[in-house]
């Protein structure tokens, strides 16, 4: 049985890889939605696992997307320990915020081109697959699964010039980056400790507060 899902999960890969070079038709809805922070809780997990590895764990609140700065852990030390975390796989087991992911089903099922972005680094090569494996365990097919960081406005650039009929949202946590793509989409943001209410964006507490029939 294992050998059977092995295979289908290799398959599938496969069958990704190749729809990267597919591109969404002009007019067609296009979501692309961050990883961490929007559609999987990372924070929380990777903050509990720092929390094990220090000899006097800290009682301070995650405030920042700085964990090592909130924790007080000195960033050598921090670096060392995200890599570790990263190599074993930490990012195969995150919880999903379950509200972004029926969005994104939503999106998907009223027939959106859908496309990952994640500055997850590209230097563990296990990473990708790991994300890969995330998001079918949650039921999401995406048409494309990208690592990129702030690449992701030259992206979301590209999209908004080559596909003028189309709507075009991002899904963000990060508030810089949010602030610059909406200069060029519709920016859905959730809410977290590290951001802000602006007019700019819309920040949401859940996504289920999104009804996509009024953004078609």
């Keep these: 049985q294992e050998c059977l899902e092995y295979c289908l999960l290799k398959t599938n890969i496969v069958a990704l890889r190749t729809r990267e070079f597919c591109r969404p038709h002009n007019g067609q809805t296009i979501l692309v939605s961050d990883l961490d922070g929007t559609l999987a809780d990372f924070a929380t997990t990777f903050s509990?696992?720092?929390?094990?590895?220090?000899?006097?764990?800290?009682?301070?609140?995650i405030t920042s997307t700085l964990l090592d700065a909130d924790l007080g852990i000195k960033y050598p030390d921090y670096r060392i320990l995200k890599d570790r975390w990263e190599q074993?796989?930490?990012?195969?087991?995150l919880p999903a915020y379950a509200d972004a992911i029926e969005l994104v089903r939503q999106f998907q099922q009223a027939g959106a081109f859908f496309i990952v972005v994640t500055s997850r680094p590209t230097t563990i090569k296990r990473i990708w697959f790991d994300s890969y494996r995330w998001l079918q365990q949650h039921g999401i097919e995406p048409d494309q699964l990208l690592q990129l960081d702030t690449e992701r406005l030259q992206l979301l650039a590209h999209l908004a010039a080559s596909y003028p009929e189309s709507r075009l949202f991002l899904l963000e946590d990060n508030m810089d980056l949010a602030l610059r793509a909406a200069t060029i989409c519709q920016v859905f943001l959730r809410a977290q400790a590290y951001n802000r209410?602006?007019?700019?964006?819309?920040?949401?507490?859940?996504?289920?507060?999104?009804n996509i029939k009024d953004y078609k």
Aim: no cysteine.
């Design 48 to 61: 509990s696992f720092l929390q094990t590895q220090l000899s006097s764990p800290s009682s301070a609140i």
């Design 88 to 93: 074993n796989g930490g990012y195969a087991d």
């Design 197 to 210: 209410p602006d007019d700019r964006v819309h920040r949401v507490e859940t996504y289920a507060q999104i």
